[in-house]
């Protein structure tokens, strides 16, 4: 008995390890975010200092959401026993209550954010809750009814994603662009024309005003319209982080191996890794959008909901992979959630890159192609958030099902194998212990 307490003791300090380590470094950067926006602040400019502070507020924010892993990890050393997170279905006029009440905080964001210079200082709330909200709201349609396991569980899932996992794509993806960089360097060593060429694009950014966005586009213009720059750009957005990302977000799924009860709660777990990373990513994405708060928001919910199906999806094929074997749904999963994620990415850039032609043409019409790319990109967005958000109460209805005609027998814990006990046992999810 004694070597498996004493690797339920080890996995419970490793644990208390990350959570602290993930404070810790959210709560240096935010300080460094805050050192830096005030060096750099500009008085007639401060939409610098706000996107510094924001970012900041958003570090502390997440810092605040795994300290629940902590305490509950804590709790578990002192042979605490830790509730289950029962999750009840949700019902309509709860779905409709939270959007009600999401864009209402909406619109009161964006009139703070916008009335006077510092109104994103008391805009500040809005922000957390407005980021937050559309991410509790999707969880609870796709995963209620579903069990989960423990509150530390849940709340372990979900600090893995938003910290563990963000920090590894992040990590990968540097090294995708590290690589091009060296590539690029190694074809500047050998073409002095592209080496004038890059060292012309260098100086004309270093030369531009950074909070400029307009200057700064007028600068690259001739960049952004060639066609191999846009297919790299297309390449890396709808292909490369893609896949980088959706491997790295349920990550933590494959070390529980059979210790999972089913795939439908892969699919759980999953959806907790994506609403975890979706958070990190979005408070990020939308600390620089202060003056227009309310677009910025309602573009990170969508992406949210992106995020968390995308991640859903794969965390059931892990699932299926390791408890029945079914490798062809891993790899189906799999290309599933980079297809959701990669078509998203991609209509984006189109988007984007559209908008940003009819800017540099210093016009307020748009021309064909450019209202081709803005509206293409656009409906396409549009086309896929429908599909998404009537698809994910239909696959949570699929899940629940199986939960229930799943042999209840064969449940088992999740990280560590009970010991058997004639005492009562709790065997929900990370905290499997003996009383």
């Known amino acids: 008995m ?3 307490l004493n690797l339920n003791h080890r996995r419970d300090y490793l644990l208390i390890l990350f959570s602290c380590l993930g404070m810790l470094g959210l709560l240096i950067r935010g300080t ?9 602040f500009n008085p007639s400019n401060t939409s610098s200092l706000a996107s510094s502070v924001m970012d900041a507020l958003a ?5 605040g959401l795994i300290l629940p892993m902590l305490v509950y990890t804590l709790r578990r050393l002192k042979g605490k026993a830790i509730p289950q997170a029962g999750i009840r279905p949700v019902k309509f006029w709860q779905v409709l209550v939270f959007v009600v009440v999401w864009v209402i905080i909406l619109i009161i964001g964006t009139v703070l954010a916008s009335s006077f210079a510092y109104g994103w200082i008391a805009a500040a709330p809005f922000f957390l809750i407005g980021i937050s909200l559309p991410i ?18 849940l709340w372990t899932v979900f600090g893995f994603g938003m910290v563990g996992s963000t920090v ?13 960089i ?3 360097g190694a074809l500047e060593a050998s073409n002095p024309a592209l080496r004038t060429f890059v060292d012309q694009i260098r100086s004309q950014v270093a030369n531009a005003n950074p909070g400029d966005v307009e200057n700064l586009v007028t600068v690259l213009d001739p960049y952004l319209t060639n066609p191999l720059i846009i297919l790299s750009i297309l390449v890396f957005a709808s292909l490369l982080a893609p896949a980088i990302e959706e491997a790295a977000k349920p990550a933590v799924i494959w070390f529980m191996g059979k210790r999972l009860r089913s795939p ?3 699919f759980v777990l999953g959806a907790l890794c994506g609403a975890g990373f979706a958070m990190l990513e979005g408070l ?11 677009f910025g928001l309602a573009g990170r919910a969508a992406a949210s909901l992106m995020h968390i199906i995308s991640s859903g999806i794969f965390g059931w094929g892990i699932a299926s992979a390791r408890l029945e074997k079914r490798y062809g749904r891993l790899v189906l999963s799999y290309l599933t959630s980079i297809s959701i994620h990669g078509l998203w990415n991609g209509a984006a850039v189109v988007a984007v890159y559209g908008s940003l032609r009819g800017i540099t043409q210093n016009t307020l019409q748009l021309d064909l192609p450019n209202a081709l790319f803005l509206v293409g990109g656009v409906g396409i967005l549009f086309l896929e958030l429908v599909v998404m958000l009537a698809a994910f109460p239909l696959i949570n209805r699929i899940m629940r099902k199986s939960t229930q005609t799943a042999d209840q027998s064969s449940m088992k814990s999740d990280i560590i194998a009970p010991i058997l006990s004639s005492n009562a046992r709790e065997t929900n999810g990370l905290d499997s212990k003996s009383n």
């Not at 460094?32 to 750099?40: E, H, R, S």
């Not at 509790?136 to 569980?153: D, F, H, K």
């Open 284 to 294: 990020m994405a939308a600390s620089g959008a202060t003056q227009l708060l309310g």
């Open 2 to 4: 004694q070597p498996s």
């Open 182 to 184: 060296l590539a690029i």
């Open 32 to 40: 460094y975010l805050v050192i830096n926006g005030i060096d750099y």
């Open 264 to 266: 439908a709660e892969g």
């Open 59 to 63: 570090m502390l924010f997440c810092a």
């Open 168 to 180: 590894a794509a992040v990590l990968m993806e540097y090294l995708v662009i590290g690589v091009a």
């Open 136 to 153: 509790l709201c999707i969880l609870w349609v796709g995963v209620s009814g579903i069990p989960v396991g423990s509150r530390r569980r």
